[in-house]
């Protein structure tokens, strides 16, 4: 049985999740129309009638707005990296870890045509993505170490698996959106780790 105190807590994160929607939204509205660079802070505030110093409550910077699904799709694929068996090849267990995110995304498909659109004509949205990445990279990486048991120190494989599954998902990602996103990305996905598997047919 919840108690008031659990109530209360549940009703304030969705109230912060719904404040977070809505500046996302107005945001990207923004972007679209005025440009990214011309959309201040304080526009984006009053918007959804917050103030300004709100707004860094929910993100850091005014690029982060346009990547804002980059932390939740990260928990996704490590939550389910964790959930693969013990058992399961490293290599086998990042794909199928990173198809459940492709499919994601997939769904996802207007959201993220309209976020690739504000990162590929922005410079400094683009630059934030790169280090975003980079930081994808380090939790998978770690992931991999927890799975393998290895000490990072010595073993290189838990970064080179997640170089080479971010490399993969990347690439997907950037194909299937060139293309006007009407192919299956899982299979994107799923054709570049056999490439990377196989090593390019060498």
């Not at 964790?82 to 996802?108: H, I, K, M, Q």
């Not at 790169?130 to 494989?157: F, H, K, S, Y």
Request: glycine content about 4%.
């Amino acid at each position: 049985m919840k108690g008031a105190g659990d109530v209360s807590e549940g009703l304030r994160e969705r109230k912060k999740r719904e404040t977070r929607e809505r500046i996302v939204g107005a945001a990207l509205a923004l972007f679209e129309r005025d440009g990214f660079e011309a959309t201040t802070i304080d526009v984006i505030a009053a918007s959804v009638d917050i103030a300004p110093r709100t707004f860094f409550h929910y993100f850091a910077t005014k690029e982060d707005v346009v990547l804002a699904d980059y932390t939740d799709r990260l928990n996704r694929l490590t939550a389910v990296l964790f959930e693969r068996p013990a058992d399961e090849a490293p290599w086998t267990a990042l794909r199928e870890s990173f198809l459940v995110v492709a499919g994601d995304y997939e769904t996802a498909r207007p959201q993220l045509i309209r976020r690739f659109k504000i990162m590929a004509a922005t410079p400094s949205v683009f630059a934030r993505s790169l280090q975003l990445q980079a930081v994808w990279e380090d939790a998978v990486a770690d992931a991999m170490t927890t799975r393998l048991g290895t000490d990072p120190d010595d073993d290189i494989t838990p970064l080179l698996l997640a170089a080479a599954a971010l490399a993969a998902m990347r690439a997907s990602l950037r194909h299937w959106l060139a293309n006007g996103a009407t192919t299956s990305l899982p299979a994107l996905v799923t054709d570049c780790f056999m490439q990377l598997t196989d090593g390019f047919g060498a």
